[in-house]
Nanobody
Framework: QLQASGGGSVQAGGSLRLSCGTS????????MGWFRQAPGKEREFVAV????????DYADSMKGRFTISRDNAKSTVYLQMNSLKPEDTAVYYC??????????????????WGKGTLVTVSS
């Protein structure tokens, strides 16, 4: 079970840190992903980390602004979001699954999903 938190309202240029906690042990081969869905748009890939920490990737528009990380002891994945823009406004979801790296951006392959957390960025 995944639980996302940390959303809120910020002004453009501000920062937020999202957290995704899990209720159980995470296997090292699991991919932990963040996706988002803006009103009227399809869900899109944001960032992903293999739980072992060996692989990390970001959507192009997030590179340099967002940082994904995990805390093994807390079984928690974080998404640090800096330099937020109004177009970052969306519901953010965390997801987990044992996946090959090649499927990392494809939301339909993720097995477990948390409830979303809303991020609103005002101009």
């Amino acid at each position: 079970q995944l639980q996302a938190s940390g959303g809120g309202s910020v002004q453009a240029g501000g920062s937020l840190r999202l957290s995704c906690g899990t209720s159980g042990r995470i296997e090292s081969n699991y991919l932990m992903g963040w996706f988002r869905q803006a009103p009227g748009k399809e869900r899109e890939f944001v960032a992903v980390i293999r739980w072992s920490g060996s692989h990390i990737d970001y959507a192009d528009s997030m590179k340099g602004r967002f940082t994904i990380s995990r805390d093994n002891a807390k079984s928690t994945v974080y998404l640090q979001m800096n330099s937020l823009k109004p177009e970052d406004t969306a519901v953010y979801y965390c997801a987990a699954s044992p996946l090959i790296w090649g499927a990392r951006t494809q939301s339909e392959h993720y097995r477990y999903w948390g409830k979303g957390t809303l991020v609103t960025v005002s101009s």
